[in-house]
C-alpha cells in the first residue's frame, strides 16, 4: 500500500505549531508527515507556490492544498479529515 503524502508548510508561528502537532497526532503509520519550515528550507516556499499556498500554516496532502486551508481559513481536525489525513491506515 501507497503511503499518502502529507506536508505542513509553517514559518515557526505561533499558529504553526498546533497545526504540525495535529497532523502528527492525527497521521497514522499509512502518512508520510513532512514538515518545511519556509524559513530554513530554500525550496519550501517555491514548493508552497506550486501547490497555491498563500498562507500559512498550510498541509498539502498527496499534492493538493488541503481544503481547509484554502482562502482565510485555518486548518482543522475536520478539515484535515475530508483532505485525508485521518485516514493514513
Do not use: W
Not at 515557526?12 to 498546533?18: L, V
Not at 502518512?31 to 508552497?48: F, G, Y
Amino acid at each position: 500500500m501507497t503511503k499518502r503524502h502529507v506536508e505542513v508548510f509553517t514559518t515557526g508561528c505561533p499558529s504553526c505549531e498546533p497545526t504540525v502537532n495535529l497532523v502528527q497526532e492525527m497521521a497514522g503509520p499509512g502518512c508520510e508527515v513532512i514538515v518545511h519550515d519556509l524559513r530554513s528550507d530554500s525550496e519550501a516556499a517555491a514548493k508552497a507556490s506550486e501547490y497555491g499556498v498563500t498562507r500559512i500554516p498550510a498541509v498539502v496532502v498527496d499534492g493538493q492544498l488541503a481544503e481547509c486551508c484554502q482562502g482565510s481559513h485555518s486548518p482543522t481536525r475536520e478539515g484535515l479529515s475530508a483532505a485525508g489525513v485521518g485516514n493514513c491506515g
